[in-house]
């Protein structure tokens, strides 16, 4: 392959994004993939914008920094290796990890927000959308984020109706006409986890 093949990968929050990333990445070695998740751009907590209550919104395009984000990008097209500190959600729980991204021929970048920031989604090959119902992503999301983030039932519930779904409606679903490939994963992901991996195993033999 000439230059990377960059995968973008959106849906709303609890669709299963996450879980289809890591099923592909199991059918590649290390070498061949590189995955780039919005999650590590957070800006901090204290530039975080709040709503009328005082609670702040991290689901905005404005709580991530896109300028970053897509530097780095760039950076792994040049053929160099990018160190970016985890982002830990504000879990007192986690210690943040360094994480390094070394540059691969495919380059599968994840998040809420990468087709509404244009110079993320001017770099993008192949367009994915993980599409589910709204009542799983609710449930998925409350089992993300009690374990995983250490926010409280109540917490999560009224950032989904205050700030998750408004977000999803008016940042990411818009850009769902134009997608390449929309994933249903209502039930599971598997028939699109083989005609994705098989077309990219194909991709790395160009």
């Given at each position: 392959m000439s230059k990377p093949y960059i995968i973008g990968i959106t849906g709303g929050s609890g669709s299963g994004k996450t879980s289809l990333i890591s099923a592909l990445a199991n059918q590649f070695s290390e070498g061949q993939i590189c995955i780039v998740s919005q999650d590590d751009y957070y800006r901090p907590r204290e530039e975080q914008l709040t709503d009328q209550q005082g609670i702040k919104n991290f689901d905005l395009p404005h709580s991530i920094d896109d300028e970053a984000f897509a530097n780095d990008l760039q950076v792994l097209l040049d053929g160099k290796t990018v160190g970016r500190e985890e982002y830990t959600f504000n879990n007192d729980l986690a210690t943040p990890k360094m994480k390094l991204f070394h540059p691969?021929?495919?380059?599968?970048?994840?998040?809420?927000?990468?087709?509404?920031?244009?110079?993320?989604?001017?770099?993008?090959?192949?367009?994915?959308?993980?599409?589910?119902?709204d009542h799983l992503k609710i449930i998925r999301r409350i089992k993300r984020d009690a374990t995983e983030r250490n926010y409280p039932l109540d917490d999560v519930l009224y950032r989904y109706e205050h700030h998750v779904q408004p977000a999803y409606q008016r940042f990411i679903e818009p850009y769902l006409n134009e997608m390449d490939l929309i994933v249903n994963n209502n039930d599971n992901f598997n028939p699109a986890l083989e005609v994705l991996s098989g077309f990219l195993k194909m991709k790395l033999t160009l």
């Open positions: 691969a021929p495919i380059i599968i970048v994840e998040g809420l927000f990468i087709f509404h920031f244009e110079a993320v989604k001017r770099l993008i090959d192949l367009k994915i959308f993980v599409h589910a119902s």
